[in-house]
């Protein structure tokens, strides 16, 4: 069983930057394609970017395309979100989940989530 942890989240105002780390424990991440979702508030939880099981292959939300990138390390279990140039609509809470390869499916399971508040 995969459990997943978020971290990395907090405030900052407009322009900046944030890099989310996602540690999953279970030896299957590796197998996986992975995936961050996040949650606006008062709205439902939306895809945001993609990685197939070896980073060979990735794909982004036209929302965050140009300014997010998702990366990870299998030696290390961990899935990666870097956010550049931060809008306040970026505002949510953000997830990440195992993937069905090649889709914008989540399997889950879902953690805590961790808070990214974008000031203007």
């Known amino acids: 069983q995969v459990q997943l942890v978020e971290s990395g989240g907090g405030l900052v105002q407009a322009g900046g930057s944030l890099r989310l780390s996602c540690a999953a424990s279970g030896r299957t991440f590796s197998t996986y394609a992975m995936g961050w979702f996040r949650r606006a508030p008062g709205k439902e939880r939306e895809f945001v970017a993609t990685?197939?099981?070896?980073?060979?292959?990735?794909y982004y939300a036209d929302s965050v395309k140009g300014r997010f990138t998702i990366s990870r390390d299998n030696a290390k279990n961990t899935v990666y979100l870097q956010m550049n140039s931060l809008k306040p609509e970026d505002t949510g809470v953000y997830y990440c989940?195992?993937?069905?390869?090649?889709?914008?499916?989540?399997?889950?399971?879902w953690g805590q989530g961790t808070q990214v508040t974008v000031s203007s």
């Open positions: 989940s195992l993937m069905i390869g090649g889709s914008r499916a989540p399997i889950g399971p």
């Open positions: 990685i197939s099981w070896n980073g060979g292959d990735t």
